[in-house]
């Protein structure tokens, strides 16, 4: 049995790439009869700052939007709204957070095309670690952008004696050399915008699930490196 979650950041709308790492870890789960889990990382720093009440608004659009495109979570939680019982379990586990404002320096460049590497912070990734325990979960599907993060959640797992969840990174959505993301170039790709022109949500998760969407107002042809991923 396959636990799966989908992390989304509550910093915006939701755009084709999540959707494709969402429909993946939904399926992976349901086929095996486990469960599928949308955990919003709201507790992230440069998230905080915005307050309680815009993040939450934040997550109700794109949960939202999620239930639109038909995703049936077993659960919806908000990393926020369980940061204090994370933390207790932390400090049960003899865990100190350690200081750090500033996240590790990763490179910037990997590969051709660009990919932007999430800048991984120890402390979040921890506490990530522990959310995932309690959850069950024992599968991570992530976008290669997050491999910065294996390590650390490697080293935190053994250090806390727990088990290590399966880790599966997958290349990102593109088009015409074009990165599938909110900050580089979505030239329509955003759910919001989807919507907007007429796509419904058999349309966009049959064809994010296939890997492959032509935009009918201009003609751009999205396609993934790999027909599927390879578990």
Not at 84 to 110: R, S
Not at 145 to 157: K, S, V
Request: with cysteine; hydrophobic share 40%.
């Amino acid at each position: 049995m396959i636990n799966t979650r989908f992390n989304p950041s509550a910093n915006g709308g939701l755009h084709l790439g999540h959707v494709y790492i969402a429909l993946i870890n939904e399926a992976l789960a349901r086929n095996s009869g486990g469960g599928f889990f949308v955990r919003w990382d709201d507790n992230n720093p440069p998230y905080k700052i915005w307050g309680r009440e815009r993040l939450d608004a934040v997550c109700a659009a794109q949960r939202e939007e999620l239930e639109w495109l038909g995703f049936r979570a077993d659960a919806w939680i908000q990393q926020s709204r369980i940061e204090e019982e994370t933390t207790a379990e932390l400090a049960a586990l003899g865990w100190v957070p350690m200081a750090e404002d500033d996240p590790i320096h990763t490179p910037e460049l990997i590969s051709e095309p660009y990919i932007p590497l999430y800048p991984c912070t120890p402390t979040l990734t921890a506490y990530k670690v522990v959310m995932d325990w309690q959850m069950g979960v024992n599968l991570l599907v992530r976008g290669i952008d997050l491999i910065t993060e294996y390590a650390h959640y490697q080293y935190y797992c053994r250090m806390f004696d727990l088990p290590q969840p399966r880790h599966v990174y997958l290349p990102r959505l593109g088009m015409a050399g074009w990165d599938i993301s909110k900050s580089h170039g979505t030239h329509g790709a955003t759910i919001m915008e989807l919507r907007s022109a007429g796509y419904t949500p058999g349309q966009i998760r049959d064809m994010v699930g296939k890997a492959c969407l032509r935009w009918y107002v201009n003609g751009w042809t999205l396609e993934n490196i790999k027909p599927e991923p390879r578990l």
